[in-house]
């Protein structure tokens, strides 16, 4: 099992840059695939940003990529999405999430194939 605690979270002007990070809990950090998702008010849990357990691949919503770069450091047990060029409509809240230990196949794009999520980071994009 994974514990996952998200940060980096903030008020920001449009057009600006924020780092949130996903500290996971565990020895096993690099068996993990790794997913952030996004909820605004009123709306549902999205996919942001997905990557494997090496890192080697990368999946991206339309509406961020470009703009978004998700990483990790598997020495650090620490997963990252690096936010630029930031709009109103980024505002929400960042859940950094984990699928099941090993699986290396299922979607990216799925929450349902999540097994561990963090307890989610606000973030607020002013115009």
């Known amino acids: 099992q994974v514990q996952l605690v998200e940060s980096g979270g903030g008020l920001v002007q449009a057009g600006g840059s924020l780092r949130l990070s996903c500290a996971a809990s565990g020895r096993t950090f690099s068996s993990y695939s790794m997913g952030w998702f996004r909820q605004a008010p009123g709306k549902e849990r999205g996919f942001v940003a997905g990557?494997?357990?090496?890192?080697?691949?990368?999946y991206y919503a339309d509406s961020v990529k470009g703009r978004f770069t998700i990483s990790r450091d598997n020495a650090k047990n620490t997963v990252y999405l690096q936010m630029n060029s930031l709009k109103p409509e980024d505002t929400a809240v960042y859940y950094c999430a984990a699928k099941r230990l090993g699986d290396f196949s299922s979607s990216y794009y799925y929450q349902a194939n999540y097994a561990y999520w963090g307890q989610g980071t606000q973030v607020t994009v002013s115009s």
């Open positions: 990557i494997s357990w090496s890192g080697g691949k990368t």
